[in-house]
């Protein structure tokens, strides 16, 4: 389904809606009145939630793009189709993201871990900056963890060739979300461009359960006895889209600003994973000038 026109409403962008606490997120938009853009990487769930979201808010500017986000092609072409039908972006909320057990590379020879949950929201925040600017008031939320707490980034190897573990991998993702969402916020504070991250609580979604084995079922349990539910989190993620205040760059969890680990918050590791990221994602960022 194409894009609706465009309106004088606020335009909100929400990546992994289609579930979780993406989708109670985009709920929340829908009935505030935002025109929300949801992006999923499954067409029949996608339809499907859209369809559902819009009798269950009464708002019919709600529409759906199906994107494979852990291929950098896909969301160049996300990117494009967003900008021709929307010049003005007014909120876009980084929220897709996996963790999986066994490595794996996408087609673009990216480790899918560092690709969907670190280079996904990178490039698509970067290919999407005229839009923010027009905003006037543009917004980024990137939904990040406190599993970053005991990580720190191998810069030799943040594809995680050698010794590769999911969760390691998941927990390192984590950190480049805040160490990312910094650099950003200061990049482009002057163009009224605000950016901040969150931890939405280990929450009971879907999250993980396609890993399968031993691994699915430990998860499940620990879902059951110690997760919040999707509604919580949701409502913490569209607290950061909403709240008047909100503090450049910064990590919140529970919807209070917070201290995240001392490697989050290292200014040299901001810029050096930026550098790493921009030459990472070059191919998809050329026509652009990026």
């Not at 504070?189 to 999250?207: D, E, K, N, Q, Y």
Request: proline share 3%; with cysteine.
């Amino acid at each position: 389904m194409s894009s609706a026109p465009i309106s004088a409403e606020r335009v909100s962008v929400i990546t992994g809606a289609t579930s979780g606490i993406g989708r109670i997120a985009a709920a929340g938009l829908a009935r505030r009145g935002d025109r929300v853009i949801l992006i999923g990487r499954d067409p029949a769930r996608g339809q499907a939630s859209l369809a559902q979201l819009t009798a269950e808010t009464g708002n019919p500017g709600l529409s759906f793009i199906a994107a494979d986000l852990s291929s950098m092609a896909e969301v160049r072409r996300l990117a494009d189709r967003l900008r021709a039908d929307h010049p003005r972006i007014d909120l876009l909320v980084n929220n897709a993201g996996a963790l999986f057990q066994l490595r794996q590379e996408s087609a673009e020879g990216l480790e899918l871990t560092f690709a969907l949950n670190h280079l996904a929201y990178f490039l698509l925040s970067d290919l999407l900056l005229e839009p923010l600017r027009q905003s006037g008031a543009g917004r980024v939320v990137n939904v990040a963890s406190t599993a970053h707490r005991g990580a720190n980034l191998d810069f030799d190897d943040l594809q995680t060739t050698r010794g590769y573990s999911g969760w390691r991998a998941y927990q390192r993702s984590k950190l480049a979300n805040i160490l990312f969402t910094r650099a950003f916020a200061q990049r482009y504070a002057a163009s009224g461009i605000v950016a901040a991250c969150l931890h939405p609580g280990f929450v009971a979604t879907r999250f993980g359960d396609a890993n399968g084995g031993l691994f699915a079922l430990a998860l499940g349990a620990a879902k059951r006895l110690f997760a919040e539910s999707a509604e919580t989190g949701g409502q913490r993620l569209l607290f950061l889209a909403t709240t008047p205040t909100l503090e450049p760059g910064g990590y919140y969890a529970k919807n209070a600003l917070t201290n995240p680990s001392a490697a989050a918050r290292s200014e040299a590791s901001a810029e050096r994973l930026w550098q790493i990221s921009l030459d990472l994602t070059h191919p998809w960022r050329e026509e652009l000038g990026g």
